[in-house]
């Protein structure tokens, strides 16, 4: 069977039940005996009691974390049956845990079910409802896990194989816990990219508390007794230094793929402290239209869109609207460049001593100070603004395939994502006939990025790209 035909999983969810009693120990392996663990602690603003109670094969550690996500969203992606039970392949399971077919990942997958099976766990603090009225809850993760083989004489095995068939049942509080309020959406493809167990596990606890405290979101940093956090992860020794090596190549990993701006500890021995600083919006996170109007009027500074994307991404919308304000004043009222104009915005931008302040409004042609505009500059402006004339004239004077082909990444920049899959083949299909020109939409939508009216823009094209459809079908 090859990787092509192994399922997508297309539900992106987490509960926060499960993920705030962080049930799924960091460690990667355990030593025997290690069966057990027991933790109160505050989360969310209200105090939660945790005990674990394992098997032979220990309590739930490592690659458990991935498997108890990758379940609890197969069960909402196959319309949460009644009967609790989601039906897969070994293979596709394995596939959807981002693992290769291998018999050694069929072992992994094969204990961690039955470590997920085997331990039961005791909660008070549990909610069936935000806002609502805690109370205990006793259960295993998973209530049954059975096999369906094409020949009995397989049926012995201690572990699967990729013909394997599986019914896996979730328990009924698990379920329940599932169809409540309380599931929120989850980066889950982001979390499996990840590429150690320790740092998948690390990922959803830090993403968890940040969703769970808006002090968190509003601050943009989560700050935890490192002790405290030990026992989060479940981890068994709880020395200082012991943690310290557990979760340091983890914070480089977490600050790699940008989910994490820093993570810094402070104090010394028991009282140390760990602080996490968040990165307001990750490579992998869609743009919003708001941002999308900051990449446009960033852009028009002559700055790169690749730099205007990551710019944005990394700071907070208020900061990046009042940067770009400052640039654009002070840009308004210079005539000449040491380097580039695009380079001194993008100084302007990133500037962090306090160099730069508002420009003045520039002066109209009737007050402005005598020598402060040289006949050279207001020439090159002038040539300039012909050049950039005669080449918009060139386009409009391309066949509507060709306009479309020049303009097509552009407009795909600025509209694809707003009008959606359906209303984009509408437009392309407006645009190589002819009905709509590709130049001047583009330049349309970029006056609309720069006057903050793109909303409106949007909403008019929709109406123009609907009578379109409607035009077609009847015709």
């Not at 969310?44 to 458990?64: I, K, T």
């Not at 205990?136 to 049954?144: H, N, S």
């Not at 002090?215 to 200082?240: K, M, S, V």
């Not at 230094?241 to 190549?249: E, Q």
């Amino acid at each position: 069977m090859t990787s092509s035909s192994a399922p997508v999983l297309r539900s992106k969810f987490d509960d926060l039940n499960l993920a705030e009693a962080s049930l799924i120990s960091c460690l990667t392996r355990l030593k025997p005996g290690e069966t057990s663990w027991e933790h109160s602690f505050e989360i969310a603003g209200r105090q939660m009691h945790v005990e674990c109670l394992g098997n032979s094969y220990g309590f739930p550690h490592g690659p458990d974390n991935d498997m108890m996500l990758v379940l609890s969203n197969l069960y909402l992606e196959q319309g949460q049956p009644k009967d609790n039970a989601v039906h897969c392949s070994a293979y596709e399971l394995l596939r959807m845990l981002g693992r290769t077919d291998s018999s050694q990942n069929y072992r992994i997958m094969h204990d961690s079910l039955t470590r997920l099976s085997g331990t039961l766990y005791k909660i008070a603090g549990w909610l069936d409802h935000p806002g609502g009225t805690a109370r205990r809850v006793t259960f295993r993760f998973l209530e049954r896990i059975e096999e369906i083989q094409g020949q009995a004489r397989h049926l012995n095995l201690k572990s699967f194989g990729a013909g394997t068939k599986l019914k896996i049942t979730l328990d009924k509080v698990v379920a329940a816990s599932l169809s409540s309020p309380r599931v929120r959406p989850f980066d889950l493809d982001f979390m499996l990219k990840l590429s150690g167990s320790q740092s998948r596990t690390l990922f959803r606890l830090l993403d968890t508390l940040w969703y769970s405290d808006p002090h968190t979101a509003a601050q943009g940093f989560l700050e935890y007794d490192l002790i405290e956090l030990g026992q989060l992860l479940r981890l068994i020794n709880l020395r200082p230094d012991s943690i310290r090596r557990t979760i340091v190549p983890i914070h480089e990993e977490l600050i790699a793929s940008e989910f994490l701006q820093s993570a810094t500890f402070s104090g010394r021995g028991s009282k140390q402290r760990v602080k996490y600083v968040f990165n307001p919006q990750r490579p992998d996170y869609p743009l919003t239209v708001e941002q999308l109007e900051l990449v446009g009027r960033i852009k028009a500074l002559g700055i790169t869109d690749t730099q205007a994307r990551a710019y944005v991404r990394k700071h907070g919308p208020g900061r990046v609207r009042e940067r770009v304000a400052m640039a654009e004043g002070i840009l308004a009222s210079t005539t000449r460049f040491r380097k580039s104009r695009g380079a001194y915005a993008w100084d302007i931008l990133v500037d962090e001593s306090g160099k730069y302040a508002y420009a003045p409004p520039k002066l109209s042609r009737e007050t402005q100070v005598p020598g402060s505009r040289t006949p050279k500059t207001a020439e090159s402006e002038k040539e300039a603004e012909q050049e950039f004339e005669a080449l918009r004239r060139s386009q409009l004077q391309l066949p509507p395939d060709e306009q479309w082909a020049v303009h097509r990444s552009a407009l795909r920049l600025l509209l694809q994502r707003p009008l959606g899959a359906d209303l984009w083949k509408v437009l392309e299909a407006s645009c190589c006939s002819g009905d709509l020109e590709a130049s001047v939409l583009l330049s349309e939508a970029n006056a609309a990025v720069a006057t903050l009216t793109l909303q409106a823009f949007m909403d008019n094209l929709k109406d123009t790209l609907m009578a379109h459809s409607s035009a077609g079908a009847s015709a």
